[in-house]
C-alpha cells in the first residue's frame, strides 16, 4: 500500500517534467531548516504541500514510514529522492555511466568546471555573447543544471547525474529512444 503511495507521488512530481523530482528536493532543502539534510514529519508534510503535490496526510504517513528505515522520525532526502525515482532499465544505467565518463575528463569521479572547459562550448550561450556573463558562469550555469540540489557544490558526481537523467528517462518509454538520445546529446 506505501508503494502505491509512493508511486502516486512520483507521478504528480513527474507530471511537472522531467525535473519534477529534483525540483520537490529542492523544496526539501529550503524546509530543512537545522541543514541537517533530513526532514522529520512535519517538515516532509510542509515540504509536499509547498511543491504542490497532494497525497493526503495517511498516504505522506504511509510514505514517511517505508522511508524512515531506522525509525529515527526522520528521512534522509537525498535517500528519500533515490526511492521516488523511477526504475531504469540496466541499458539506461550503462548509458548514462558513459555519458558520465565522457563528462568527466580528469577521470576522477566528479566533474568540475575544469572538466568542461575544452569540452563544452560556452562561448555561443545568449548570456556569454551579450557580454553579461564570463565563460566561467556559464559552466556554473550548466553544472548547476546536474548539481543536487541539496548539495550546490558546482561538482558533479556520478549519483547526481544519475539523478538528473532518471527524471529524463521517466519521460521517454523506448529504452532504444533513450539511448539515442543519450548517444546524440553526448556524441557517443
Request: aromatic share 12%.
Amino acid at each position: 500500500m506505501a508503494t502505491d503511495a509512493v508511486e502516486e507521488l512520483r507521478e504528480q512530481c513527474l507530471k511537472r517534467g522531467a525535473a519534477g523530482i529534483k525540483g520537490l528536493g529542492r523544496t526539501f532543502r529550503i524546509m530543512d531548516d537545522d541543514g541537517s539534510k533530513s526532514l522529520n514529519f512535519p517538515e516532509f508534510e510542509k515540504g509536499l504541500e509547498n511543491y504542490g503535490v497532494s497525497v493526503g496526510k495517511d498516504k505522506a504517513k504511509q510514505i514517511f514510514a517505508m522511508m524512515d528505515k531506522d525509525g529515527s522520525g526522520t528521512i534522509n532526502f537525498d535517500e528519500f529522492l533515490e526511492k521516488l525515482r523511477p526504475p531504469m532499465s540496466n541499458a539506461r544505467k550503462q548509458i548514462i555511466a558513459q555519458a558520465f565518463q565522457k563528462f568527466d575528463k580528469t577521470g576522477d569521479g566528479i566533474v568540475t568546471i575544469a572538466d568542461l572547459q575544452g569540452v563544452y562550448n560556452s562561448k555561443h550561450h545568449p548570456k556569454y555573447k551579450s557580454g553579461e556573463w564570463t565563460e566561467e558562469q556559464v559552466f556554473h550555469s550548466f553544472l548547476e543544471n546536474f548539481d543536487s540540489p541539496c548539495d550546490k557544490d558546482g561538482k558533479v558526481t556520478l549519483e547526481e547525474f544519475v539523478n538528473y537523467y532518471s527524471g529524463v528517462s521517466a519521460s521517454i518509454d523506448s529504452d532504444e529512444y533513450f539511448i539515442t538520445m543519450m548517444k546524440n546529446a553526448w556524441k557517443l
